[in-house]
């Protein structure tokens, strides 16, 4: 699979980031700094969100 982005994977899963966020015990607020790359994702919710969004970290980490 190609890489995809954090919002890509997200909105594939038809989650809002608010939504997102709640399942991750972080704010919204956070979920859009990942995603703008203003902030980086720590393992532990790399994780997570691999696993809610139904991607592997490859999906995300790894270059085209």
């Not at 709640?22 to 994702?41: A, F, I, L």
């Amino acid at each position: 699979m190609a890489k995809m982005t954090l919002e890509a994977a997200r909105i594939n899963k038809h989650l809002t980031q608010q939504e997102l966020a709640e399942q991750m015990g972080v704010s919204r607020q956070t979920v859009r700094k990942w995603e703008s790359g203003e902030q980086k994702m720590r393992p532990v919710y790399l994780f997570m969100f691999c696993h809610l969004t139904e991607t592997t970290e490859d999906d995300i980490l790894l270059p085209e």
